[in-house]
């Protein structure tokens, strides 16, 4: 099967906390760290991000940098990639930045279920597409793979992490690690519980290991499970 290169990027407090339990938006990263995920977005076709993200942060999932985008543009690529979403049962809200703002294309991936809420809800604002029932990250990932997406950069939350790390189906984890503890069980952590084939009896490969102020980041590589062909990375 061929899919996209899977990269996941998330940033967590010591304690594995992605955000604390109040209406603010905790930042676990500094600027220079918010510089180089930049970076890593400029070089992907596309960005998903669960619901819950797109509610908490309300994210616009652009490239930032002028320079960035003008370099795509004269690839002969949009200027920030593709942006999807996994959505669940609550409808999405189209006035989202995620829906309103750029000019690139937006796509949201549904469970069977829930597909008719999502597009009642969203109308004009984004394609929603069957994912099946439950939902299935492999018709996502060809999906994706049929709108042109070899580079997938996910960018959380929780939920999102969870199932792809669940399925396998990460091929490269960028972890940011804040220099302080949230310490609250009402806040979201970095994955959810389920069985992982990154375990004790399968270590990931340590790629490197990079101070970034005072955050540290540790990009790993999951054993691959054989028979499944990808992308590239970098």
Not at 91 to 116: H, N, Q
Not at 191 to 202: I, L
Request: glycine share 6%; charged share 25%.
């Amino acid at each position: 099967m061929t899919r996209p290169f899977v990269l996941a990027s998330v940033a967590m407090s010591l304690d594995g906390y992605i955000d604390d339990a109040t209406p603010e938006r905790l930042l676990l990263s500094n600027d220079e760290d918010f510089d180089r995920v930049d970076a890593v977005r400029a070089t992907c076709d596309a960005i998903l991000v669960g619901a819950g993200t797109v509610r908490a942060d309300d994210p616009r999932l652009l490239v930032r940098a002028d320079r960035r985008r003008a370099a795509r543009v004269a690839e002969g690529r949009p200027e920030s990639p593709l942006r999807a979403v996994i959505a669940g049962r609550r409808p999405l809200d189209p006035a989202a930045r995620l829906f309103t703002t750029g000019e690139t294309a937006k796509v949201v991936y549904a469970a069977t279920p829930d597909v008719s809420v999502q597009r009642d809800a969203l109308a004009e604002a984004a394609p929603v597409v069957d994912a099946g029932d439950p939902l299935d990250l492999d018709i996502v990932l060809a999906d994706l793979a049929e709108r042109g997406v070899e580079r997938l950069m996910v960018e959380g939350g929780g939920t999102v992490h969870t199932l792809f790390l669940a399925a396998d189906l990460v091929d490269e984890l960028h972890v940011v690690i804040a220099p302080f503890l949230v310490g609250d069980p009402a806040a979201p952590r970095f994955v959810n519980p389920s069985h992982f084939p990154q375990n004790a009896r399968n270590r990931m490969r340590l790629l490197e290991v990079r101070p970034i102020g005072d955050v540290i980041l540790a990009r790993y590589q999951p054993v691959r499970t054989p028979g499944i062909e990808t992308g590239t990375g970098i």
